[in-house]
């Protein structure tokens, strides 16, 4: 099985910083990419910001030049460090991992739980 365990977020007062972490562990036989979503209430889930397996990422426009998403050298951890936060960046955030399982033969797409981020003064 694969455990994806996210922790960081909670609040933060506009204009704050706030720094989520992310890992993957169990039986993981090849990572590729990585990702970081949110969901606000009532809307579908969205792409924040993604690392491909070269290292190269993605960020959504609302979040460029304000958030940095990172890895480990094992790439089982990624980081995301959000600065000069907004209201509007309140949502739910997921962690997301594009990796090939012990036994499998594709890989397969893995999230965490959802994480709290609240931007409020």
């Known amino acids: 099985q694969v455990q994806i365990v996210e922790t960081g977020g909670g609040l933060a007062q506009p204009g704050g910083s706030l720094r989520l972490s992310c890992s993957a562990s169990?039986?993981?036989?090849?990572?590729?990419?990585q990702g970081w979503y949110r969901e606000f209430p009532g809307k579908p889930r969205e792409m924040v910001a993604t690392m491909l397996s070269d290292g190269s990422p993605t960020y959504a426009n609302a979040v460029k030049g304000r958030f940095t998403i990172s890895r480990d050298n094992a790439l089982s951890s990624v980081y995301l460090q959000m600065s000069t936060l907004k209201s509007e960046d309140t949502a739910i955030y997921y962690c997301?991992?594009?990796?090939?399982?012990?036994?499998?033969?594709?890989?397969?797409?893995?999230w965490g739980q959802g994480i709290q981020v609240t931007v409020s003064s």
């Open positions: 169990g039986t993981i036989k090849s990572i590729y990419n």
């Open positions: 997301n991992f594009h990796l090939r399982e012990v036994g499998m033969e594709r890989p397969n797409s893995y």
